[in-house]
């Protein structure tokens, strides 16, 4: 019997990026991998991504399958594309990112090769004259092929991008990114990974993350909030998930997600007033987990202390902020 090819579905929400659109699709109509479908949501765009996208699906009508819907957010889009694909795996790109050449036919390749639910590739930030900024290794630590019963310190070490991973489409059966939030990976990626027996890696860094000026200085607001609401779901889903003894890996999700990412967060909120209010959400957050201070100093991911491989400019703010919080500070004395 003739094996059929398995097929890649690629999903990318589209929302006024003309400036960027072209050097995503390209980056995708160009893969090694030719069995491949780009599912491109333009997500009510008000600028020129319409007519971008639309050259590009009559270039490509073979590869590329174009969708427009009333703009109902990043969730809602992926949402929507997940719903239209035909793909036997799933892969999200962001519209103002890019990818490499090969990244879809390794990831692939690995996927079937270890049988694996989940393959992921590391990261790097690019500025928009294509200069690397940052290279995010994912798990340096672990081999290609990882057992989740085996290696499950995985969890609470992984970076939740949906972006820089290949999803094999079961895994979307009861589940989609939670809509109306921000977020939403950290909300969705877990309770997948839990779904999840085997994963795969490449150290290979596919995926092109792009840091654009006009996102850098953003507002950050309450809707940082939604970390925590994230974490929330994720602990629920814990609960009923196999791993469910794994409590120390999901304290080290807790610690990771719901102090680390929510802090540098909020060391961009300008607001006093929100500062405060986020903060004292946070201190509520670590008092119900009964998380201690000397949990959260000694975190350590990847085999290593988190506080000492960040910036030094970092590791002094989250120092100052723990140091500003007397409930805190006590139960380290």
Do not use: W
Not at 51 to 78: C, T, V, W
Not at 210 to 233: F, M, P, Q, W, Y
Not at 260 to 269: K, M, S
């Amino acid at each position: 019997m003739i094996k059929v090819p398995s097929k890649v579905s690629v999903i990318v929400p589209v929302y006024n990026v003309e400036n960027y659109l072209a050097k995503c699709l390209d980056s995708l109509v160009n893969q090694s991998l030719k069995n491949i479908e780009i599912i491109v949501v333009n997500d009510g765009s008000k600028d020129g991504s319409g007519n971008i996208i639309q050259q590009y699906a009559e270039k490509y009508p073979d590869k590329i399958k174009a969708f427009s819907k009333e703009n109902g957010g990043l969730s809602d889009a992926r949402n929507f594309g997940i719903d239209q694909a035909t793909g036997d795996y799933l892969g999200f790109v962001d519209s103002d990112d890019y990818v490499s050449k090969t990244m879809f036919e390794e990831m692939l390749t690995l996927a079937e090769k270890h049988d694996a639910e989940m393959v992921i590739c590391n990261i790097q930030k690019v500025d928009e004259g294509g200069n690397v900024t940052q290279k995010l290794t994912q798990i340096s630590n672990m081999p290609e092929k990882i057992v989740l019963e085996k290696y499950f310190s995985v969890f609470s070490d992984l970076s939740y991008f949906a972006c820089n991973k290949l999803f094999k489409k079961e895994l979307f059966i009861q589940k989609r990114f939670k809509k109306g939030v921000h977020f939403e990976d950290i909300q969705l990626i877990p309770q997948l990974l839990l779904e999840c027996k085997i994963v795969a890696q490449t150290q290979n860094f596919h995926y092109q993350y792009l840091e654009r000026i006009n996102s850098i200085t953003k507002t950050h607001n309450e809707k940082g909030l939604d970390i925590l609401k994230a974490v929330e779901d994720v602990e629920e889903f814990f609960k009923t998930s196999k791993y469910s003894s794994n409590t120390k890996e999901l304290m080290g999700f807790q610690i990771l997600e719901g102090v680390y990412t929510f802090l540098a967060y909020l060391a961009f909120v300008k607001n006093e007033t929100q500062f405060y209010k986020m903060s004292q959400e946070l201190e509520d957050f670590i008092r119900k987990r009964d998380v201690k201070m000397k949990d959260i100093l000694c975190y350590s991911r990847f085999g290593k202390n988190y506080l000492l491989s960040l910036p030094l400019k970092k590791t002094i703010f989250y120092l100052l902020f723990f140091a500003r919080q007397k409930k805190l500070i006590r139960k380290l004395l």
